[in-house]
């Protein structure tokens, strides 16, 4: 059978039945019994009747709250550019012009418009026309409604393309499942709220959709509710035929702002035609007046295109909070147990959301300002990058972030134009960041903060000077050996962790380190929140060959097996992003309580709903006590230590610690109140070049943390305040005395290896005269107990002396004889007793008995001598003397 001949039979019988059946659904009074389609009314009555009316697809817009309350727009996300409006904030011209030129018998029919789909019909399925406007508003309504439903419950591109077009099928079974439809609908609404609905949902070209939007991005962010007469007719017009008739494609030939037509310019022509027509049939409705009509015929079209928000690229110097925003939305709103379709991006996209941030836009423009008058977009001389992030401790709350960059989803933009990035410094990886930063000396707090949690004092001391460290435990692999020796950066070895903190001392953490164990200073990090930024835990990375990443079986990334958490890492050597440190640090001013980031405060669905948004999760750290101790320490730094040019001077109390990498790579100032933590980095983004031989032309480059964080920091402390940081329990600051081993008798380098392996400094004293064969460890000074990384001298024998008999008790005569046979000289002295016995012996000997002395040295003997008159027994040596 022929195409037409096919066509013919569809018209006929789609004809017979929707007259017969559509004339009894929509009069029902009407007797249809014994009629002869009383089967194509069974067949009808049996399609699918009850429309589900989804969720309209809108867009999602993103504000940052000004301090007065008011909010101030950043951004806009959509599959389809649209704001659900209620019917009373849609001008009267829109509502009369849409059933004026779609549907003028709308009000009247029961949801279809017989005479319309008749015609329809004869030109789609006999002639083979193109598709016509025939179906009522209802019916246009329910085409987008199956439209919306299906691509808005579509997983991929493809079932979303199949979703559109079965909706918009041009087959006779299609349009009476619309019909269907429409009947039923239009017994459950009224023809205000089908109407409402229609004009929300009808499309105006390109990616808008819905009255609203098309008045805001055609004229000039206007609102449907006052569109002029010959706006709201223009905007109708559009949904007849939105690709013919839309109204932002100004060099179209037949429908452009310089469209000529029988030589005179016709601006919007196409457009104009069938606005024309709608002003025509609304004046025919007598909705108009002719005064009316004439003058909107007479209005030049002249649009004011007014591009929606799309993307975070429109927040300006908000635009990398605005995308931080939207992975949270991403990474913590989707349903883990779905890996097709991302849930989160799904609602930013579709879902209408009223996003409500934490930003602060106080500490948002100090923060965008001090970045601008300090450090450049971009530098000739290297891959200049910066970046600040300040959180509120105790909630989490990120309430500013910024970097020397201006956003862009664009990678050729990004390509082309170093001052352009996606990359957002200050996130980890997985939340639009990059893989890290190195710390520097800021990671030292956590050293401190297991210091102080293994029951070390600020206090102890310790063996702060420089020298090789070859042992370090670390429970988790057994131990790290070999040979480390970092230099100082400025500064001599502390021997305490007040100091140690306060001068940023590499070899005193270092020593602090090696009374710990690796792992667990690892675990205290990573309490606090700090990971590295590519997602592995602290001292894991990735395997990497000459063709990069390498992965496992399953697809995922393998894991270096030979990576460790090294003793390198304690100063700083662990990529990581600044977020992670500045809301660690937040953890510490908050009694070592720490509240994970966030950025969202509210989040209200286009139905006014609220959903609750990702929320914190506080856990304690370190105990309350161990934090009031770090604080102390952290204090410190402001005190002449290395934080002290970063002191906003406002009165507010602050903790800080400074960082900077091997070779002034990267440079850090972080630090808190107890109501705002920032971090500020400024280095390389990519390269190596030393900060500290650059300039910029606010000063030098090394410093410039140290000119933004009090800038950032001023302006929180005056909105904000701050209280004092609680003080620390007395128990924090206890000396802690060792005993100092016994080294006598010992080698030179023997007794090093006790001193030093009990935490004290080796200091050689040099020989000295001694008995012990020369070279042997006579002593040490002190000796008993000491605190750790006290100076311990120890001295070694020259071997110059001898040891001097011991000859008390010896006749005089006899003694004299053993010393000098020693090599000594005698000297005899008379000394009293009153014990006839001991006259003539020996009772005292100076060198002292088992002494040493030179030979040839006198000994002096003292000899017994009877006094108080008793009676001798005998005359008694004479005084010795040389011979």
């Not at 009267?92 to 029961?110: I, L, N, T």
């Not at 017994?187 to 959709?209: C, P, Q, T, W």
């Not at 003793?567 to 720490?594: K, Q, R, Y």
């Not at 005395?737 to 040099?766: M, Y």
Request: proline letters at 4%; one cysteine or more; a negative charge.
């Amino acid at each position: 059978m022929s195409d037409v001949g096919s066509g013919v039979l569809a018209f006929l019988g789609m004809s017979a039945l929707a007259g017969i059946l559509v004339t009894a659904a929509v009069t029902p009074a009407l007797a249809v019994t014994g009629l002869a389609a009383n089967n194509s009314i069974t067949m009808f009555e049996n399609l699918p009747g009850v429309l589900q009316i989804g969720d309209l697809s809108e867009k999602t817009d993103i504000y940052a709250t000004q301090s007065d309350g008011s909010t101030i727009h950043l951004a806009s996300f959509f599959d389809e550019d649209r704001e659900e409006v209620p019917w009373e904030a849609i001008s009267q011209y829109v509502k009369d012009a849409a059933v004026a030129g779609e549907d003028p018998r709308f009000y009247e029919h029961g949801g279809i418009d017989i005479q319309g789909t008749l015609r329809a019909a004869l030109n789609e399925y006999v002639i083979g026309g193109a598709t016509q406007g025939g179906s009522s508003i209802t019916q246009q309504y329910v085409k987008n409604v199956l439209i919306n439903n299906g691509v808005n419950s579509a997983k991929t591109e493809e079932e979303r393309e199949a979703a559109y077009d079965e909706a918009t099928a041009t087959t006779p079974e299609r349009k009476l499942k619309e019909m269907r439809y429409a009947i039923t609908l239009e017994k459950e609404y009224s023809k205000d709220e089908i109407l409402r609905g229609y004009l929300n949902i009808a499309a105006f070209g390109g990616r808008v959709y819905g009255i609203e939007s098309a008045a805001q991005y055609y004229y000039g962010g206007k609102h449907a509710a006052d569109l002029t007469l010959a706006e709201a007719a223009s905007l109708i017009a559009i949904v007849n035929w939105p690709e013919k008739f839309r109204l932002d494609e100004p060099d179209s030939e037949t429908n452009g702002a310089a469209t000529v037509v029988d030589g005179q310019p016709v601006p919007y022509a196409d457009n104009k035609t069938r606005r024309d027509y709608i002003l025509d049939q609304m004046l025919n409705e007598k909705k108009i007046t002719q005064e009316e009509h004439d003058a909107a015929v007479a209005t030049v079209i002249a649009p004011a295109i007014t591009p929606p928000s799309t993307g975070c690229q429109t927040a300006g110097d908000n635009a990398y909070f605005c995308d931080y925003v939207t992975w949270i939305i991403k990474n913590q709103m989707d349903d883990p147990a779905t890996t097709d379709v991302n849930e989160g991006a799904e609602m930013l996209q579709k879902d209408g959301l009223q996003i409500y941030t934490s930003l602060d836009l106080d500490l948002q423009t100090a923060s965008v300002a001090t970045m601008a008058e300090n450090v450049p977009f971009t530098d000739p001389r290297f891959d200049v990058g910066s970046a600040t992030v300040t959180v509120q401790p105790g909630t989490g709350r990120v309430l500013a972030m910024a970097q020397n960059k201006r956003f862009t989803n664009d990678a050729e933009v990004a390509a082309a134009d170093a001052s352009y990035t996606a990359v957002n410094y200050n996130t980890d990886f997985d939340y639009g960041g990059s893989s890290g930063l190195q710390p520097g000396s800021t990671f030292k707090v956590f050293t401190l903060a297991e210091w102080l949690n293994e029951g070390h004092s600020l206090r102890e001391t310790f063996n702060g000077a420089r020298r090789d460290f070859t042992s370090f435990p670390a429970a988790c692999y057994g131990g790290w050996t070999g040979n480390f020796n970092p230099r100082n950066d400025d500064a001599t070895g502390a021997n305490n962790a007040v100091d140690a903190t306060k001068y940023s001392v590499n070899t005193s953490f270092m020593a602090m380190a090696q009374q710990l164990d690796l792992c667990k200073i690892r675990d205290t990090a990573q309490a606090f929140g700090v990971r590295r930024a590519d997602g592995l835990d602290l001292g894991q990375k990735f395997e990497y060959d000459e063709n990069g990443p390498v992965y496992n079986a399953d697809g995922t990334r393998m894991v270096n097996p030979d990576e460790v958490f090294s003793p390198s890492a304690v100063l700083g050597t662990e990529e990581v992003a600044p977020l992670s440190m500045a809301t660690a640090f937040a953890g510490i001013a908050n009694n070592g309580l720490t509240c994970t980031p966030i950025a969202i405060d509210r989040i209200v669905k286009a139905s006014g709903e609220e959903v609750a948004p990702p929320a914190t999760t506080c856990s304690q750290s370190v105990t309350a006590e161990v934090a009031h101790a770090m604080d102390y320490a952290m204090e410190q730094t402001f005190n002449g230590g290395t934080t002290s040019a970063s002191d906003p001077d406002t009165g507010v109390a602050h903790i800080g610690k400074t960082g900077t990498t091997d070779g002034a790579k990267d440079t850090w100032m972080i630090g808190a109140s107890t109501m705002a933590s920032t971090a500020v980095w400024v280095g390389n983004v990519t390269g190596d070049a030393n900060l500290r031989e650059l300039r910029f032309d606010s000063g030098a480059a090394a410093t410039a943390r140290h000119r933004m964080w009090p800038a950032i920091m001023s302006v929180a402390d005056n909105k904000y305040g701050g209280a004092d940081f609680p003080d620390a329990p007395t128990s924090m600051f206890k000396e802690v005395l060792v005993d100092i081993p016994q080294v006598a008798g010992l080698t030179i380098d023997a007794a090093k290896q006790a001193i030093e392996a009990a935490g004290f400094v080796f200091a050689d004293g040099g020989p000295q005269d001694s008995a012990l064969p020369a070279g042997t460890v006579t002593g040490s000074n002190p000796t008993g107990q000491a605190g750790r990384g006290t100076t311990i001298t120890v001295y070694t024998s020259n071997g110059s002396q001898k040891a001097v008999p011991n000859v008390v008790g010896q006749q005089a005569d006899a003694a004299e004889n053993a010393l000098k046979q020693a090599g000594f000289k005698v000297k005899r002295q008379d000394e009293a007793t009153t014990d006839p016995t001991k006259v003539g012996t020996v009772i005292s000997q100076n060198p002292a008995a088992d002494g040493a002395a030179k030979p040839g040295d006198t000994i002096t003997i003292g000899v017994g001598k009877l006094s108080g008159g008793g009676t001798g027994g005998g005359t008694g040596a004479q005084p010795g003397g040389d011979d």
